[in-house]
Each structure stands twice: as C-alpha cells, then as structure tokens.
C-alpha cells in the first residue's frame, strides 16, 4: 500500500488523479488505507512520545527532588534513560524494524539526534532555569521541541528503509 502525500513517490500520481478525475476504486480504497495507516502511526508515536515524556518528567523529579542532584545532572541521567525507552518503542511499535543487520546504524543515527536534542534540552532548561528556578517547565518546553523534531527525523531518515519496504 503506499500513501500519496507530498514527499512519497506516489505524490504525481495522485495528483493525476486529482486533476483528470480518473479514479478507481482499487486507488481510492488504496489511499484511505494509507490515510488510516498514518494516522494510526502518528496517534502511536504521540503516545509513545508522551509515555517518554512521563518517564522523564518521574525521573527529573526523582533526581530534583528526591535525590538533590543539580539540574544538570538531573536532566542528564532523566534524558538518557528516556531516550532509551523511546528508542526501544519507536523502533518496535511506531516503525516496527525487526530488522537486527540495520540496529547498528539506527543507533548510530538516533545516538547523533539524541545528542543534538539533548543540547537543546539542556541550553532550554538552563535559560529557563535562570528565571523560573525549576527545571520543569524548561523541560517541558524543550520536549515539545525535540519531540516535533524526532518524529521528522525518524520518519524521514532513520526508519526510511522500512517506509521504503512497505511500499
């Protein structure tokens, strides 16, 4: 099955189809599928995401709170035990790679977007910080960001080969 948005290869095709009015039954049946699939990929990756986000949010506060740790080293062991939780679902449930040969180089990228996020979760908790005093709204902040640009990035990259095998 294949989607017709902007961005996949099908994307003239359904245009032609638009401008001539030429519709089959099979092509629109094929994009209402591809329409549910998305939506039902995008719906799992907001839970998934938000499941992440309160896995972070119970562990910043456990290492705030409970423990004293700096901000910094708060949002750092919170951030990395999160990430890795996101990784395993987003892997196994929102893009469903089984495929073991190709976890070596999805690390490798994810490590480099996690790495990029990170900074920009710690620069945003950090100049939050400075005015608030609190770690959680700069975090909350920052996880709206990376968040939005994890799911560009894993969609478009990471995870493409699998998009490319459904297709």
């Excluded at 017709?4 to 209402?32: D, N, R, S």
């Excluded at 062991?77 to 495929?99: D, E, G, P």
């Amino acid at each position: 099955m294949h989607l017709a948005i902007p961005g996949t290869k099908y994307h003239l095709q359904y245009w032609y189809f638009v401008c001539t009015g030429m519709y089959t039954a099979t092509f629109i049946k094929e994009i209402g599928v591809n329409v549910k699939h998305e939506l039902r990929k995008r719906l799992l990756y907001a839970t998934i995401s938000g499941a992440t986000g309160l896995v972070y949010m119970g562990l910043l506060y456990l290492m705030d709170a409970v423990f004293n740790e700096s901000p910094g080293i708060s949002v750092t062991l919170a951030y990395a035990s999160a990430m890795l939780v996101y990784f395993i679902a987003s892997k196994l449930y929102i893009f469903k790679s089984m495929c073991r040969s190709s976890t070596r180089r999805e690390l490798a990228q994810f490590a480099l977007v996690v790495t990029v996020n990170y900074f920009i979760t710690l620069l945003t908790v950090r100049s939050i910080y400075v005015f608030t005093g609190e770690v959680y709204s700069g975090s909350l902040v920052a996880g709206i960001v990376t968040i939005s640009v994890s799911y560009v990035v894993f969609d478009k990259i990471i995870f493409a080969h699998e998009r490319q095998r459904e297709e």
